[in-house]
């Protein structure tokens, strides 16, 4: 591990040392971390796991951990060059936030396992990442016209294009989050009263349930028809079409390839994914004037202000005080 001293200069620290030490050796170091395991135990979001792991390697990477104790040792400065490396990489305000509150969780936990006396990421300041407005959030909406463009593209001659289309559905009329959809089984599609609701395990291993739009009623009943797996109550609902893995859920990765898969068919550029599924769901529920608190229940939000910070609704900026001057 380079360590530096408070008069170094941290700028020249990139992540270029990934070419130093291999991403096998940064997982190698994580391993035979005694505490690691069980911090990363402690999230029961597999995205989360997944995005603090990759965190924490990019930390060992950049300043270059090569041992346990070597992390043990970290200092507030390898922090702050860890930081500023980011920053020359270009990484968003908020993924900077997100990487650093990642590698504090993982001192906090070796603090309270003795293996370190103090967190040193907390005293390093971090990007402000507040919602600054109206559609501040990074991720894009799309228009009516384009959502219905990806929903009419797959092929639902087959039982593939049926399966991504009831998948397609569920993304934009629930503002599901991309793993979301993998978990439901066949029973998580149920009646309540006259609606038919999804029950959907949400971040934090909650529940979360939601009356579903009569048309993605409609698509899910028309992929189960020929699915074959729709009276096995504990059967994943979205499964591969053919192959060894069938009877599995898919992963996640599959659901992103699909998704930039019908965007390309939709004639859309790069970059459309799955939360930008959420992002249109959010932004067209305010513009259909359903209020922030509803919203925030369908989609699974803790907080109301993160509701918020999805919509990009242009409703809120003919609102705007500047428009009633007249000097």
């Known amino acids: 591990m380079k360590f530096i001293s408070q008069k170094d200069n941290p700028l020249p620290l990139k992540e270029s040392k990934l070419g130093e030490l291999t991403t096998d050796r940064?997982?190698?170091?994580?391993?035979?971390?005694?505490?690691?395991?069980?911090?990363?135990?402690?999230?029961?979001?597999?995205?989360?796991?997944?995005a603090y792991k990759r965190a924490v390697g990019s930390f060992i990477a950049t300043v270059g951990v090569e041992t346990p104790e070597e992390l043990y040792s970290t200092s507030q400065v390898h922090v702050i060059a860890w930081r500023t490396a980011m920053e020359n990489r270009g990484l968003s305000q908020a993924s900077i936030a997100n990487k650093l509150s990642a590698l504090s969780s993982l001192f906090r936990h070796l603090m309270d396992?003795?293996?370190?006396?103090?967190?040193?990421?907390?005293?390093?300041?971090?990007?402000?990442?507040?919602?600054?407005?109206?559609?501040?959030?990074?991720?894009?909406?799309?228009?009516?016209?384009?959502?219905?463009?990806?929903?009419?593209?797959?092929?639902?001659?087959?039982?593939?294009?049926?399966?991504?289309?009831?998948?397609?559905?569920?993304?934009?009329?629930?503002?599901?989050?991309?793993?979301?959809?993998?978990?439901?089984?066949?029973?998580?599609?149920?009646?309540?009263?006259?609606?038919?609701?999804?029950?959907?395990?949400?971040?934090?291993?909650?529940?979360?349930?939601?009356?579903?739009?009569?048309?993605?009623?409609?698509?899910?009943?028309d992929y189960l028809d020929v699915a074959g797996h729709g009276i096995e109550s504990d059967a994943f609902l979205f499964q591969p079409v053919k192959g060894a893995s069938t009877g599995q859920p898919m992963h996640r990765v599959q659901f992103y390839r699909l998704f930039d898969k019908y965007a390309r068919a939709a004639g859309l550029p790069t970059g459309v994914y799955p939360h930008v599924a959420r992002a249109t769901m959010i932004t067209e529920a305010y513009e259909a004037g359903v209020q922030g608190e509803d919203i925030q229940r369908t989609v699974g939000h803790a907080s109301i202000t993160t509701t918020e910070g999805y919509n990009h609704t242009s409703k809120k900026h003919r609102q705007s005080a500047s428009l009633k001057m007249g000097y």
């Open 26 to 50: 940064v997982f190698d170091v994580l391993t035979n971390i005694r505490a690691e395991n069980v911090w990363l135990a402690n999230f029961s979001s597999e995205n989360t796991r997944d």
């Open 113 to 221: 396992t003795g293996l370190v006396a103090q967190n040193p990421v907390s005293a390093v300041k971090r990007p402000k990442t507040g919602n600054a407005g109206i559609g501040a959030g990074k991720s894009p909406s799309l228009t009516r016209k384009q959502v219905r463009a990806m929903l009419d593209a797959p092929d639902t001659d087959k039982l593939q294009g049926l399966r991504d289309r009831a998948l397609l559905h569920i993304y934009f009329y629930t503002g599901a989050r991309c793993s979301e959809p993998g978990r439901l089984k066949v029973k998580d599609v149920r009646f309540d009263r006259e609606y038919t609701v999804l029950d959907f395990t949400i971040k934090g291993n909650k529940r979360n349930t939601v009356a579903i739009h009569p048309e993605c009623v409609r698509a899910i009943r």
